[in-house]
């Protein structure tokens, strides 16, 4: 169908991290992923969905502020879809494999670009001119679940010097906030900001739809 998406999940909550956290947001999210990280929490996005029409996404959000995440949602063509919403902020969340600069073109578009991990599996799979291009409006994200997670953020920011904010948390349950903050400490990382996602201490870790 010309103009569609394969879609998981619509719903309406607050954003569990990142620069926005706390805040009302519609959330989007697609159908499959090109990668397979070992600590996913959205495994069900890889197979489960439905096409959908982009005028019928576009009608079913609720708040000037949209997450649009997967899966991973640039394994689709988003260019429909952000045509009929040029009116809202809109958070694009990846994975980092895909490259992000085609939706530069709109006003409203920022990135959340997720540099995996090498508890993830997949940091070979990182499309690195992504990381040069990061707009001050975007964020760089790491979530870590080892001390040699820690030092890999380091280095890819030591390395990129991103132009936007950086935001580092944790593997639910593989490493404490804690060891984070010490880090941080360690190294006077003053440029970091430690995220935790708000959704799972709310909700249940596993709840759906949150």
């Known amino acids: 169908m010309k103009n569609s998406l394969w879609v998981n999940e619509i719903f309406d909550s607050i954003d569990g991290e990142?620069?926005?956290?706390?805040?009302?947001?519609?959330?989007?999210?697609?159908?499959?992923?090109?990668?397979?990280?070992?600590?996913?929490?959205?495994?069900?996005?890889?197979?489960?969905?439905?096409?959908?029409?982009?005028?019928?996404?576009?009608?079913?959000?609720?708040y000037p502020d949209i997450t649009i995440t997967g899966g991973e949602p640039l394994c689709q063509d988003l260019h429909g879809l952000l045509e009929l919403l040029?009116?809202?902020?809109?958070?694009?969340?990846?994975?980092?494999?895909?490259?992000?600069?085609?939706?530069?073109?709109?006003?409203g578009v920022?990135?959340?670009?997720?540099?995996?991990?090498?508890?993830?599996g997949m940091s070979n799979h990182m499309l690195l001119h992504n990381f040069r291009c990061l707009?001050?409006?975007?964020?760089?994200?790491?979530?870590?679940?080892t001390k040699d997670d820690l030092e890999q953020a380091r280095f890819v920011c030591d390395t990129y010097r991103p132009g936007c904010p950086v935001y580092v948390g944790a593997v639910f349950g593989a490493i404490s906030p804690g060891e984070i903050v010490e880090f941080m400490k360690e190294y006077e990382l003053t440029d970091w900001h430690l995220q935790l996602q708000l959704h799972k201490f709310i909700?249940?870790?596993?709840?759906?739809g949150v």
């Open 18 to 62: 990142g620069k926005t956290a706390g805040q009302l947001a519609s959330f989007i999210r697609l159908k499959g992923c090109n990668l397979r990280c070992a600590y996913c929490d959205t495994t069900y996005a890889f197979h489960e969905g439905y096409l959908m029409e982009a005028e019928t996404i576009a009608s079913k959000v609720s």
């Open 86 to 107: 040029q009116d809202h902020s809109i958070n694009i969340e990846t994975n980092g494999s895909m490259d992000i600069t085609p939706y530069f073109r709109y006003a």
């Open 110 to 120: 920022w990135f959340t670009i997720d540099y995996k991990s090498l508890s993830s």
């Open 135 to 145: 707009r001050p409006q975007d964020v760089l994200k790491f979530v870590v679940g």
């Open 203 to 208: 909700w249940a870790p596993e709840a759906r």
